[in-house]
């Protein structure tokens, strides 16, 4: 082995026990679904004396404050986050469980209205809906009706990450966001 190759792998191999041993510091913070500033006041609760207990609130208070401000902390209210589950509803994302609330959550059905529907031979139906959304058949299911405003739409997630829309009285079919 010569210098060059013994210092890439002493580097590498320095690389690998650094991350080793920082892993298990990362887990234990990664493992608390608050953030600090958050935590921070939780555990003031623990605290008997109250004035020291006063004084850690007004710190912790202070500190998410601050957090909230800089734009590291955001505050949501539910009903926000389920508004945002529902426009996004359809979409191919990456995992924001965490940011839009538990898999508990998880939102599998929307009910809307359609706004218009056009048709193209070969291709199929793209509905336009009132809340705002696109979405276009991707099998070769018939369908028969009449594209009118304000019919009713029911949208529910199937399996394998695709949706069935039903539009009225007739039947399911599958469906994907624009």
Do not use: H
Not at 42 to 57: H, I, N, S
Not at 89 to 94: A, E, I, K, N
Not at 107 to 133: C, K, Q
Request: aromatic fraction near 8%.
């Amino acid at each position: 082995m010569n210098a060059v190759t013994g210092k890439i792998f002493a580097l590498i191999w320095a690389m690998g026990a650094t991350s080793i041993l920082a892993a298990p510091c990362y887990a234990s913070q990664a493992s608390s679904s608050q953030a600090q500033p958050v935590q921070r006041l939780f555990e003031c609760r623990a605290l008997a004396e109250g004035t020291a207990r006063l004084a850690c609130y007004d710190s912790a208070t202070a500190s998410l404050e601050r957090a909230e401000q800089q734009g590291e902390i955001v505050v949501v209210e539910r009903q926000r986050v389920l508004e945002s589950r529902r426009a996004l509803f359809g979409f191919t994302l990456p995992d924001v469980s965490t940011l839009l609330g538990s898999e508990t959550d998880q939102l599998n059905e929307v009910e809307t209205t359609l706004e218009r529907a056009s048709y193209t031979p070969g291709a199929g139906w793209t509905f336009y809906l009132a809340d705002g959304s696109v979405w276009r058949q991707i099998d070769s299911t018939p369908l028969q009706f009449r594209a009118r405003d304000g019919l009713p739409i029911k949208i529910r997630r199937a399996s394998m990450g695709t949706y069935f829309l039903k539009v009225s009285d007739n039947p399911a079919v599958r469906a994907k966001r624009q």
